[in-house]
Nanobody, 128 residues
């Protein structure tokens, strides 16, 4: 059974850090590009970052560039999102998802149509 499980969310003050994990089971994670998304209440789901399967290329939304770092550990079948300098606008439920077509090609699909499997999400809250 294909499954993605996110973890690592929590409460943090502005300027703090969290590391999210996306653990895969039932398939080999390194066969897929992996994207991180977030969705705040009342807002659409937005792409945050993506890491390719072929060469490990990484992509970031402008809003998180320089603060977030995506990485993958294929031996552990896990992708990480290191989030530093968290801001009040970062709180959301964060999701990971697979993209068999790759990071760049997945962007060509309407909405999140380029992503096949999703985790259940992990909540990130920034409070002051």
């Amino acid at each position: 059974q294909v499954q993605l499980v996110e973890s690592g969310g929590g409460l943090v003050q502005p300027g703090g850090s969290l590391r999210l994990s996306c653990a895969a089971s039932g398939f080999t994670l390194d066969d897929y590009a992996i994207g991180w998304f977030r969705q705040a209440p009342g807002k659409e789901r937005e792409g945050v970052s993506c890491i390719s399967s072929s060469d490990g290329s990484t992509y970031y939304a402008d809003s998180v560039k320089g603060r977030f770092t995506i990485s993958r550990d294929n031996a552990k079948n896990t992708v990480y999102l290191q989030m530093n300098s968290l801001k009040p606008e970062d709180p959301a439920v964060y999701y990971c998802a697979t993209a068999a077509v790759g990071c760049l090609a997945a962007q060509e699909y309407p909405g999140v149509g380029g992503y096949e499997y999703w985790g259940q999400g992990t909540q990130v809250t920034v409070y002051s």
